[in-house]
């Protein structure tokens, strides 16, 4: 089992920034991707960036490419997503993962492919 705790989340105005942690503990030698998704009120879960520990890939949204940044620290098990320039439309409440099996391009994007998750953080962006 793996257990992940969100933090870092919080209310800013547009354009600043806020930077999420994920810990993680239990079985965390047995992940082999973890992943950043969040979920806006009326709206499904979607995708936001993600990183493979095989060969150290990463992986962003359209939507947030070349305004977050995914990394982590292997020592305290903690990932992190670092968000800049923030809009409104990035309200939501933020939600880490992990994936115990190795997932390739296309699935690492696909929340059915996590297995753990953690309790969500909110972010709020304002106008």
């Known amino acids: 089992q793996v257990q992940l705790v969100e933090s870092g989340g919080g209310l800013v105005q547009a354009g600043g920034s806020l930077r999420l942690s994920c810990a993680a503990s239990g079985r965390t030698f047995s992940t082999n991707a973890m992943g950043w998704f969040r979920q806006a009120p009326g709206k499904e879960r979607e995708f936001v960036a993600a990183f493979r520990r095989s060969d150290g890939s990463t992986y962003f949204a359209d939507s947030v490419k070349g305004r977050f940044t995914i990394s982590r620290d292997n020592v305290k098990n903690t990932m992190y997503l670092q968000m800049n320039s923030l809009k409104p439309e990035d309200t939501a409440v933020y939600y880490c993962?992990?994936?115990?099996?190795?997932?390739?391009?296309?699935?690492?994007?696909?929340?059915?492919?996590?297995?753990?998750w953690g309790q969500g953080t909110q972010v709020t962006v304002s106008s």
């Open positions: 993962a992990a994936a115990s099996q190795y997932v390739g391009t296309v699935r690492i994007r696909t929340d059915g492919s996590y297995d753990y």
